[in-house]
């Protein structure tokens, strides 16, 4: 088998511009909008996008292994099939914060405008309706959907946050996140619509789908509490504000390394998954040689970007930032494994081991608590940063572990 230079190509492409709509969003945004109002507008931003990723969790290794060894109108009848499916658990996840969200401005009037509460929730759905149409798509290998969301959704919302703000004030950057998702949401339905539009409804999933999928994401949400609690921990071991904000500042660094090589590589799985029933060795061999490629890209970036920590933090974020290099340093190792922790999960997939994908989340998030309880107390942002290398770590050795036959 060969890679799938094109679809990586378009995926690179994607991760690139998206780069460049992130730093417009941390800063022109901040900027036009002022310290005040910028602070409700990122909590509304993390609000909405933090609820579409996660009704997301596991979708796209699901989609991928299920549609991908799928032809023709059969592929799109079971596609219709599991996203009515998905999208039926989706919505009730929806309906529940929804709840919350209507007793909290109840309970508490005055503090949160209903306005803004409607806003973020309508970001939220159209944000969870884009997440799960992008993701059919690339089980339906229409990748360009899949690889152009994200930077389609952040260049709407800072060009509308830009424009709406002079007029309207935080009410228009808030509105702008709503936008961003309405933008994503018809993306996503120009790659799956024309799969869907066809298709017949009634189709039976096959079997093991609904099995796959809930293990997926019990090991995708373990995985995010690896990935996304080294500030959390911070602050609740009582490390200080400004700890907090430098592990913020590291994870949120290894993040964005991490998730562009598993998006990148995400494109190479519907391929794989189709050819591994007639011959596994080659479709694991183009994983492993996308993970090779992703790997000569992602290592030399955390390596440039760990030896000028300081001058980065410094210019982009100002000099009281140049204290958390070090906690940045550890976090790039973290993201310097993210091929091999792509590939352990790719590999599981193919292989049907979801239970794979599941125990080595729940080793590396066992390893990330107890090392966050011993070094967090004495090292506040670096031990933050090393319980994360050390769960990331231990995730992807156990899931390589788990699985059957030589890995």
Same mark, same amino acid.
């Given at each position: 088998m060969?890679l799938?230079?094109?679809?990586?190509?378009?995926?690179?492409a994607?991760?690139?511009?998206?780069a460049?709509?992130l730093?417009a969003?941390?800063?022109?945004v901040p900027?036009?909008?002022g310290?005040?109002?910028?602070?409700g507008?990122?909590?509304?931003?993390?609000?909405?996008?933090?609820?579409?990723?996660?009704?997301?969790?596991g979708?796209?290794?699901?989609?991928a292994?299920?549609?991908?060894?799928l032809d023709?109108?059969r592929?799109?009848d079971v596609a219709?099939a599991?996203?009515?499916?998905?999208?039926?658990?989706?919505?009730?996840?929806?309906?529940g914060?929804?709840a919350?969200a209507?007793a909290?401005?109840?309970?508490?009037p =005055?503090e #949160?405008?209903p306005? !803004?509460? *409607?806003l973020? &929730?309508?970001a $939220?759905v159209?944000?969870?309706? /884009?997440t @799960?149409l992008s993701q059919?798509?690339?089980?339906?290998?229409?990748?360009?959907?899949w690889s152009?969301r994200?930077?389609?959704?952040?260049g709407?919302?800072?060009?509308?946050?830009?424009?709406?703000?002079?007029?309207?004030g935080?009410?228009g950057a808030?509105?702008?996140v709503?936008?961003?998702?309405?933008?994503a949401l018809a993306?996503?339905?120009?790659?799956a619509?024309?799969?869907?539009?066809?298709?017949?409804?009634?189709?039976a999933?096959p079997?093991?789908a609904l099995r796959?999928?809930?293990?997926q994401?019990?090991?995708g949400?373990l995985t995010?509490a690896?990935?996304?609690g080294?500030?959390?921990?911070c602050?609740l071991?009582?490390? =200080?504000? #400004?700890?907090t904000g !430098?592990a *913020?500042i590291? &994870?949120g660094? $290894?993040?964005a390394?991490?998730? /562009?090589? @598993?998006?990148?590589m995400l494109v190479?799985?519907?391929g794989?998954?189709r050819?591994h029933a007639?011959?596994?060795?080659a479709a694991?061999?183009?994983l492993?040689r996308?993970a090779?490629?992703?790997?000569a890209?992602a290592?030399?970036?955390c390596?440039v970007v760990a030896?000028?920590?300081?001058?980065?933090?410094g210019?982009a974020?100002?000099?009281?930032f140049?204290?958390?290099a070090?906690a940045?340093?550890i976090?790039?190792?973290?993201a310097?494994?993210a091929?091999?922790?792509?590939?352990?999960?790719?590999l599981?997939?193919v292989?049907?081991?979801?239970?794979a994908?599941?125990?080595?989340a729940a080793?590396?998030a066992t390893?990330f608590?107890?090392?966050?309880?011993?070094a967090?107390p004495q090292?506040g &942002?670096?031990? $933050?940063?090393?319980?994360?290398? /050390?769960?990331?770590?231990a995730t992807?050795?156990?899931?390589f572990?788990?699985l059957?036959g030589r890995?």
């Open positions: 060969a799938p230079w094109k679809a990586l190509a378009g995926s690179a994607g991760k690139g511009v998206e460049l709509t730093v969003l941390v800063l022109l900027r036009a909008l310290p005040g109002d910028y602070g507008f990122s909590v509304a931003l993390a609000v909405a996008t933090g609820i579409a990723t996660a009704t997301g969790i979708g796209p290794a699901l989609f292994r299920v549609l991908a060894p023709g109108a592929r799109d219709l599991l996203a009515l499916r998905v999208g039926r658990t989706r919505a009730l996840m929806l309906a914060l929804a919350l209507i909290g401005v109840l309970l508490a =005055g #949160v405008r306005l !803004h509460v *409607a973020v &929730a309508a $939220a159209l944000g969870a309706s /884009a @799960l059919l798509s690339l089980g339906l290998e229409r990748t360009a959907a152009l994200y930077p389609l959704e952040n709407v919302i800072v060009v509308a946050a830009l424009a709406l703000y002079p007029s309207i935080l009410d808030i509105a702008a709503a936008l961003g998702a309405c933008a993306l996503a339905l120009a790659g619509g024309p799969g869907l539009r066809g298709a017949g409804r009634g189709a999933l079997p093991g796959f999928a809930r293990l994401a019990a090991g949400t995010q690896v990935h996304r080294a500030a959390p921990v602050a071991a009582g490390a =200080g504000a #400004v700890a !430098h *913020a590291a &994870a660094a $290894a993040l390394i991490t998730y /562009a090589v @598993l998006q990148t190479a799985l519907p794989a998954a050819a007639r011959d596994p060795v694991e061999a183009v492993r996308t090779l490629w992703c790997a890209v290592l030399p970036v390596v030896l000028t920590a300081e001058p980065l933090l210019s974020l100002g000099e009281d140049r204290a958390a070090g940045l340093r976090a790039l190792a973290a310097a494994l091929p091999l922790w792509a590939l352990a999960n790719q599981a997939t292989r049907e081991r979801p239970e994908v599941l125990a080595g080793v590396g390893a608590a107890f090392v966050a309880l011993a967090v090292s &942002a670096s031990g $933050a940063a090393t319980a994360m290398l /050390a769960g990331v770590a992807t050795a156990a899931t572990a788990a059957p890995a």
